[in-house]
């Protein structure tokens, strides 16, 4: 099994990176995402792999982080997602994005990845959402508060200042980060208001 791969760029297709190795070109199918940060012909680059045996293939997905490699993994326990899916899930969003809308049960983010339906989105937030946590990356800080707003569980000013922040145009996600933020600041018994003021403060930076 093939875990990692470290060599140069011989060629970026449209959903796959051609690595050079010591003389041995691998071919890895990526995420569109992956492939806008990987570099360019000639560069060194390191992708994490994650390898499938068929009976008639042997097919190599290449990620840059091992938390992504994670997440293709996790994407595909559920009903409906195979690797074409997995992967168009995380050329949309980032591995913490992804965290976050399964969290908040953002369905419509995880729609908006190409042959994600209705049904898929909905099948995804409920069978990762207790699974979600260890895999947050950068948005383990304030994946707790944002599944108390996901599940309709978190205290009053905490979720009015949320819908505050989104009814003034900003995402979910983002007015849910500024409240977190807020409530450090303000601490745990802050009403509404204050951390509506303090939210906005943050988003303004």
């Not at 890895?28 to 012909?41: I, V």
């Not at 994490?48 to 042997?58: A, G, H, N, P, S």
Request: with cysteine; net charge neutral; glycine share 10%.
């Amino acid at each position: 099994m093939i875990g990692k791969l470290k060599g140069t760029i011989e060629e970026i297709g449209s959903d796959y990176a051609l690595i050079d190795v010591h003389g041995v070109c691998y071919i890895a199918h990526c995420s569109s995402r992956t492939l806008s940060k990987l570099g360019s012909a000639g560069e060194a680059a390191v992708l994490f792999i994650e390898t499938y045996v068929r009976e008639d293939q042997l097919k190599l997905f290449g990620f840059l982080t091992a938390l992504e490699r994670e997440w293709f993994n996790l994407l595909q326990s559920v009903q409906g997602v195979g690797t074409k899916v997995a992967l168009a899930v995380l050329s949309t969003l980032t591995p913490s994005e992804l965290a976050n809308a399964i969290a908040l049960q953002d369905k419509t983010s995880i729609s908006r990845a190409p042959g994600v339906g209705p049904k898929v989105a909905v099948r995804i937030v409920t069978e990762l959402k207790n699974k979600a946590p260890a895999f947050a990356g950068e948005a383990a800080g304030t994946i707790g508060l944002k599944q108390e707003l996901g599940e309709g569980v978190a205290p009053a000013p905490v979720s009015d200042a949320v819908s505050a922040l989104t009814n003034l145009g900003y995402s979910r996600e983002q007015a849910a980060n500024a409240v977190a933020a807020a409530l450090k600041t303000a601490g745990e018994g802050a009403d509404s208001a204050k951390l509506i003021r303090l939210g906005l403060k943050e988003l303004s930076r």
